[in-house]
């Protein structure tokens, strides 16, 4: 929520898994930060301007600590090439309308809420920022869920949107729940726990399940593995393009 | 009121413990709940309150400004209400 | 919005005969005028001349739609931003833009109208907002410009209006300068940055600068001689200064600051006058002006398409949220309906 470095005085980690751990999940909040700052100005009503942005620097504060425990969050964030970056597909699906972007949320900030609480309550390196990042993550939920119910039970308009928008990303949901080394996590509990509060959120909006597969079907893997969708490539090349074209510049 | 349109909303914003919450604006939501976030992600994105409240505009009643005079000047001539009215000799103490 | 509500302006007439009326309407001025004059606030149920209430709806609202306007140039620049730290200043501060549009539309329907109606009149060019949003930001340092020159003119017109006539106009605008500040600073420290940074990176600094310079100059408004406004609302201390001296205070401040960054500003008529105390400086192209009031800057269109955009394709949201609010609440629309 603040403006001020919250990277100074970070140590690098050491062990080569928490490290591309802290990755993984820095790209994460990297990645939705910058779709949701596509938002600035076009939102459907000014609270919600604030609301969105709030979010998107709680997001990049993330980044910004987890890139910082992997190396130069900078040199990360703008000198990697597409295929180098870690983040899950799901963050990097365009905006689309405001239904796309609120199952967006509600699926990544449910995700998010229940990684970041266990890892608070674990003793990796990364307990200290989780145990920070669950309180922002929390509200993020808040948000989506709250919003989920309002597209879901508004008008007829908003719940055929948000329906189609829950089943177009539930394909990209199966992914968040891969195992990642060095968090000694319990990925099948966290993704049962996930189930369940989806399925509350949503059924609560009067809207279904989505039925479908959780996970593509291309079996080398996903973003996790470096393996993105074409949107992604774009959002890089919108992302990198100044840093790029000044090597060296410090800004 | 169009079918989009959002009610007005007053904010009241305590800024630490121990003080009252004080009028700090207003906002448009749909209902109570997302007025309070609304507020929330508003009112206090520089650490400026603890706690909220909203209150929809319409429900405020106020003081007219054309009954000012009957409602506050007659307090005006009670200074027998306020301590500094009363003379007490120096040195007394505690009081 | 119900007649009674809490903040809202009164300026309706009792009923009565009209000798009656007359007595009361000149004691409503006289009242009106002794509390201008000791300087004190008027407030939104205080009674008020009609000719006030809209000067000061056309002066919060064109405020307000500047501050939601003013997000798409520098909206247009957090996507790209070169650094990390630098796209979060960004977001912050398009954030702060929506936050202060939203409080000075507070602010300006106490006065008795409606967000709706103002937002109506800007989509449909009935209502204006800053020149200075129409013309484009090209490069990163277009957003290191717009925070120290354009803020910083901003910030010159902003402060007096925090002892403004008008109450909740004068509150939105202490909570308004406090957030800016802020916004000034960073625009010149990104400046500054690429000023002391490579070559390509000062010429992208000094370019910027070269291009703002002149529209800040204008965001004051015209010369005195010929502004409308500015003799009734200095009368009704809704202004404190006239254009042309906040102009003058600006440049004052502005032309230390550059050198300081090691930039040159594109005027070579600016110099000190030791008689006046002041700078002076060359003719601003008051055509140049007009035009772009008038609707052919740049970006006018760009500008005022994208935001009806942007609120159409809300619509079904805004729908949703008040349909849904129908339903479980009962609380929304009826009560104001």
């Not at chain 1, 938002?39 to 979010?55: F, R, S, T």
């Not at chain 1, 989780?130 to 007829?156: I, N």
């Not at chain 3, 354009?150 to 004068?170: E, F, M």
């Not at chain 3, 502004?227 to 906040?246: F, G, V, Y």
Request: glycine fraction near 8%; aromatic fraction near 8%; charge should be negative.
């Amino acid at each position: 929520m603040t403006t001020t470095d919250t990277t100074a005085g970070t140590a690098t980690a050491t062990d080569p898994a928490l490290t591309s751990a802290a990755l993984a999940l820095g790209d994460d909040a990297l990645v939705l930060a910058q779709r949701l700052g596509e938002w600035a100005g076009n939102a459907p009503v000014l609270e919600e301007e604030v609301a969105l942005a709030n979010i998107a620097l709680d997001l990049l504060g993330q980044a910004r600590v987890l890139l910082s425990l992997a190396g130069d969050e900078d040199e990360l964030a703008f000198l990697r090439e597409e295929r180098a970056f870690r983040n899950v597909q799901l963050v990097e699906q365009p905006n689309g309308d405001f239904a796309h972007t609120i199952a967006r949320q509600l699926y990544f900030s449910t995700y998010q809420r229940l990684l970041y609480a266990a890892l608070a309550a674990g003793d990796t390196p990364l307990a200290g920022l989780a145990a920070k990042a669950v309180k922002e993550v929390a509200y993020h939920q808040d948000h989506a869920e709250h919003w989920t119910l309002r597209l879901g039970d508004g008008t007829e308009e908003s719940h055929r949107r948000m329906r189609t928008a829950c089943e177009a990303l539930w394909r990209y949901t199966g992914e968040l729940f891969q195992p990642l080394d060095g968090l000694g996590l319990d990925t099948t509990a966290l993704e049962a726990a996930w189930l369940d509060s989806v399925t509350a959120v949503l059924t609560r909006a009067g809207l279904p399940v989505p039925s479908g597969s959780r996970t593509g079907a291309w079996r080398a893997g996903a973003g996790r593995q470096g393996l993105h969708t074409e949107h992604f490539g774009r959002l890089l090349a919108e992302m990198q393009h100044l840093h790029r074209s000044h090597p060296g510049a410090t800004w | 009121m169009s079918s989009d349109t959002w009610p007005l909303w007053e904010v009241f914003v305590r800024s630490r413990r121990g003080l009252s919450h004080t009028h700090a604006g207003s906002l448009h939501a749909p209902d109570a709940e997302m007025a309070l976030r609304n507020a929330r992600d508003l009112y206090t994105r520089r650490m400026e309150g603890v706690s909220l409240w909203v209150v929809p505009s319409a429900s405020i009643t106020a003081s007219s400004p054309d009954e000012k005079d009957p409602f506050f000047e007659p307090a005006a001539d009670k200074p027998y209400r306020h301590p500094t009215f009363y003379e007490i000799p120096e040195g007394v103490k505690h009081l | 919005m119900t007649a009674g509500t809490a903040g809202t302006a009164v300026t309706a007439e009792a009923p009565g005969t009209h000798a009656a009326d007359a007595a009361a309407q000149a004691a409503r001025e006289a009242v009106f005028d002794a509390a201008v004059a000791a300087d004190e606030r008027i407030e939104p149920r205080d009674w008020m001349p009609e000719a006030y209430r809209a000067s000061l709806v056309r002066q919060i609202a064109q405020h307000a739609h500047s501050e939601i306007i003013g997000m798409q140039p520098e909206a247009n620049w957090i996507t790209r931003a070169p650094s990390l730290r630098r796209k979060a200043i960004l977001m912050a501060k398009v954030q702060d833009e929506a936050g202060h549009g939203l409080y000075l539309y507070s602010a300006a329907e106490t006065l008795g109208v409606s967000r709706d109606e103002l937002l109506d009149k800007l989509h449909t060019g009935r209502q204006k907002y800053s020149s200075i949003f129409n013309y484009p930001t090209l490069t990163w340092a277009d957003v290191g410009a717009i925070g120290w020159l354009v803020d910083g003119a901003a910030i010159t017109n902003q402060v007096p209006l925090c002892r403004c006539s008008y109450g909740p106009y004068a509150r939105a605008m202490v909570r308004v300068c406090k957030e800016e500040s802020f916004h000034q600073r960073q625009g010149y420290e990104a400046l500054l940055a690429l000023s002391r940074g490579t070559e390509a990176q000062h010429a992208m600094a000094q370019d910027a600068v070269d291009r703002w310079w002149w529209p800040s100059l204008m965001m004051f408004g015209p010369p005195d001689a010929e502004s409308t406004h500015t003799a009734q609302a200095m009368a009704w201390k809704i202004k404190r200064h006239t254009n042309d001296e906040l102009r003058q205070r600006f440049v004052d401040i502005a032309v230390p600051q550059a050198e300081a960054l090691g930039l040159t500003l594109p005027d070579p008529d600016l110099k000190w006058n030791e008689e006046r105390g002041h700078y002076d400086f060359g003719p601003i192209d008051w055509a140049e002006f007009w035009d772009v009031l008038k609707g052919d800057g740049p970006c006018n269109d760009q500008r005022i398409t994208t935001r009806r955009q942007a609120h159409e394709d809300g619509a079904w949201v805004r729908e949703a949220a008040a349909a849904y609010a129908r339903k479980h609440t009962g609380q929304p629309g009826e009560a104001q309906a």
